[in-house]
């Protein structure tokens, strides 16, 4: 197993089961969005080949899947409390095109249709960093390569206005050795490990998310998300909630290094 550790930073970002319109954003980003934003910085180094943009993230998204064990490994770093704040976004629309232009029949009429613009309320997660792994199986070294350029690439991790910068990314071994749980989990692969960790006499904290395991890229089939256990806890300072990681988590079997710091990573099968 090789995992691809990619450090991010941000201002801000929003990620939902939909990029777009009125939303709640998620604590933490979801596998779909983090294979997406791998899958984009791969058709940025190849280029489209004149396919529909559709048709050329389907493709990657499969080469993506055949060698990806998990990429729903997310971990807030350094330990910056995450908060959300919703608040009102207002798009220029310039550059659609003007659908019926026999009704522009005044200079008023073309001023407006050139300056369309709409407003909506959105929710962002501020935050300073965050720490994502893909974790992947019998890579090439020029996979290897490939897929670490890609993930350089990365600038925008869910809607458009989430600009992300790379601050750092790198090919880490997870090692044998024990340590708390530092990114989230499908919660029916954890369950029995908080369980136990209850029936010890250890305490834990359980927070869930519902999220969506890849991108549908407008397909009509049926949308496969997942519960997932986020081992963040919810905080509040006056008015203001927030979210960080919690000690009061279960402890798994391997680990990774990042920056000095063990950090606990559910691999599959372990």
């Known amino acids: 197993m090789d995992v691809l550790l990619v450090r991010l930073r941000f201002p801000f970002y929003s990620v939902a089961r939909r990029s777009f319109q009125v939303r709640a954003s998620l604590i933490l980003p979801s596998p779909s969005a983090l294979k997406g934003a791998l899958a984009k910085g791969i058709v940025l180094l190849r280029g489209s080949s004149g396919e529909s943009l559709?048709?050329?993230?389907?493709?990657?998204?499969?080469?993506?899947?055949e060698k990806l064990v998990d990429a729903r490994a997310v971990g807030v770093a350094p330990l910056s409390p995450l908060v959300k704040t919703a608040f009102l976004l207002k798009r220029l629309r310039n550059l659609e095109p003007v659908k019926d232009k026999k009704k522009l029949k005044t200079k008023d009429d073309w001023e407006r249709a050139m300056t369309k613009s709409d407003a909506m309320r959105r929710e962002y997660v501020f935050t300073r960093e965050l720490l994502v792994a893909y974790t992947f199986r019998d890579l090439s070294e020029e996979e290897k390569e490939l897929y670490l350029k890609a993930a350089m690439l990365i600038d925008v991790l869910g809607d458009t206005e989430s600009l992300a910068t790379v601050v750092w990314a790198g090919f880490a071994r997870p090692e044998n050795r024990g340590a708390p749980l530092a990114?989230?989990?499908?919660?029916?692969?954890?369950?029995?490990?908080?369980?136990?960790?209850?029936?010890?006499?250890g305490a834990v904290k359980v927070f869930t998310e519902k999220m969506?395991?890849?991108?549908?890229?407008?397909?009509?089939?049926?949308?496969?998300?997942?519960?997932?256990?986020?081992?963040?806890?919810?905080?509040?300072?006056r008015r203001v909630v927030y979210y960080q990681r919690t000690p009061k988590v279960p402890e798994v079997e391997r680990s990774i290094e990042?920056?000095?710091?063990?950090?606990?990573?559910w691999v599959p099968g372990n």
């Open 258 to 265: 990042a920056d000095g710091e063990v950090l606990g990573i």
């Open 54 to 65: 559709d048709e050329v993230a389907k493709k990657v998204l499969g080469e993506i899947d």
């Open 212 to 237: 969506l395991v890849s991108p549908d890229y407008g397909s009509r089939r049926e949308k496969t998300e997942e519960t997932f256990y986020v081992p963040l806890e919810e905080r509040r300072k």
């Open 183 to 201: 990114f989230y989990v499908p919660y029916g692969e954890v369950s029995k490990l908080l369980s136990r960790k209850v029936r010890d006499g």
